[in-house]
């Protein structure tokens, strides 16, 4: 691509603006369509930063690995940890050089791929294949992330990593995971980056990867638990009794569904700690105008993390859903609810992505209940004595899933009796 490049955003067929981006100097810019802001559509579509403007907006100050440069409602279409080494890997084996990759020239990779519903013009072609077999994209992923062997020893074909990469790279997150479409009838499956009529459901697959226990049937029991809480979270399920599979929040009624992390909405880095803590989350939120349940809804997702040690509840790890018909702004459902570490480890110090009351270990019901006078929640005592009784489920529900007893007992002693 040229040094000073130019891209597209596309959202619901109609074309938003330019994204510029100067190599040298690692900034960007942003110009609406006028045309598009003629029509007077979808006002909120990024509520912050990306002024609604005529001219043409340049933006410092977001360099680093989070936004790279770009706006950071662009930059949450970006792929993260795990994307990144799938990219990585592909284009090693096609022989060319990620270091030289704009975030730009990643986005038309993204192309219409990507989580949300923008999409960057013009988009990469990449051929798709049909079928899809989990266990052998299983075996081909943990091949990818062992680091310890070169890619040309690990012997991977370009199909098979192509695949991975089709289906990997545009979600977010550290963790192994493939978008996966079944058909409602056939059961058929098919890579999930492009498909997203009403014919199927869209999964995201967390991939059991690891020696040890699967990480992902302890989230699978968090997520019953969270469900049993009215913890609002997307019908999820377990393949193969060991990947966990949750349906996609970006694709619901055969339409792409506008999201954003609260990182991309806010611009607030989430590997950073100085913005990251719940009362700006809850801030964030109320300058958004959720409804009011939504605060609510918030607030017991924070209990849960506490509670049930979370302790990765970081800014990319909660989302804001658009209604583009009502211009308006809700949360998304919850995901990500789980015991991030390995607990077949010992951990000397442990500290939340998210502080409260500036505090990120040792957290007292007191802090949490600043937080729900600030917010004018109801009833937050009753919100978390019912999530500390909950707090028993835990046992049966891994029992039910044969999770290793050490992992049960390790995970059970580490939640917060508040
Ligand atoms: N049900 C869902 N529907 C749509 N998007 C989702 C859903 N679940 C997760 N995502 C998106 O995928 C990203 C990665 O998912 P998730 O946070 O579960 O993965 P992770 O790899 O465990 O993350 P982390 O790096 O925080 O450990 C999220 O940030 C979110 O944008
Ligand atoms: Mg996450």
């Not at 990867?209 to 377990?238: C, N, R, T």
Request: net charge neutral; proline share 4%.
């Amino acid at each position: 691509m040229a040094k000073n490049q130019i891209i597209s955003v596309h959202f619901n067929g109609v074309e938003i603006g330019k994204i510029g981006y100067d190599e040298d100097q690692k900034k960007s810019s942003f110009q609406y369509n006028p045309d598009f802001l003629e029509t007077g559509l979808y006002k909120r579509l990024f509520p912050y930063i990306i002024r609604r403007s005529p001219n043409t907006q340049v933006y410092s100050g977001f360099e680093g690995e989070t936004f790279r440069g770009l706006p950071p409602m662009i930059a949450d279409s970006l792929p993260d940890y795990f994307g990144n080494i799938v990219f990585k890997e592909w284009l090693e084996a096609m022989q060319k050089d990620f270091v030289n990759i704009s975030p730009l020239e990643q986005l038309t990779y993204v192309g219409k791929r990507g989580i949300g519903a923008l999409e960057f013009v013009p988009a990469k072609e990449i051929i798709s294949n049909n079928t899809i077999d989990v266990e052998e994209i299983t075996e081909v992923v943990k091949k990818v992330l062992d680091v310890k062997t070169s890619v040309s020893e690990k012997g991977l074909s370009d199909i098979s990593l192509l695949n991975i990469f089709k289906m990997g790279t545009s979600a977010g997150g550290a963790r192994p995971k493939i978008l996966v479409s079944e058909h409602k009838e056939t059961g058929l499956l098919k890579a999930g980056d492009l498909e997203y009529s009403e014919d199927y459901n869209h999964y995201l697959i967390k991939l059991s990867v690891d020696e040890g226990y699967s990480k992902e049937k302890v989230e699978f029991v968090y997520y019953q638990i969270a469900q049993s809480l009215g913890v609002e979270m997307m019908p999820s399920k377990l393949i193969d009794d060991k990947h966990f599979a949750t349906l996609r929040f970006d694709r619901q009624n055969g339409e792409k569904q506008h999201i954003l992390t609260a990182s991309g909405m806010s611009g607030w880095d989430f590997k950073k700690p100085e913005h990251s803590s719940y009362e700006n989350l809850f801030k964030l939120a109320v300058d958004l105008r959720l409804p009011h349940k939504d605060i609510e809804q918030l607030f017991k997702r924070m209990v849960f993390n506490i509670v049930f040690c979370n302790i990765d509840d970081h800014l990319k790890n909660f989302s804001f859903i658009y209604n583009a018909e009502k211009d308006r702004w809700n949360l998304a459902p919850a995901y990500d609810l789980t015991y991030p570490l390995d607990a077949l480890k010992n951990y000397t110090r442990m500290s939340r992505a998210m502080s409260v009351s500036g505090k990120r270990t040792d957290i007292k019901r007191e802090d949490l209940l600043k937080i729900a006078d600030l917010f004018t929640i109801k009833n937050p005592n009753a919100v978390i004595e019912t999530v500390l009784s909950a707090t028993e489920l835990f046992k049966p529900l891994s029992d039910k899933q044969n999770i290793p007893t050490k992992v049960i007992e390790k995970i059970g002693s580490e939640f917060t009796k508040l």
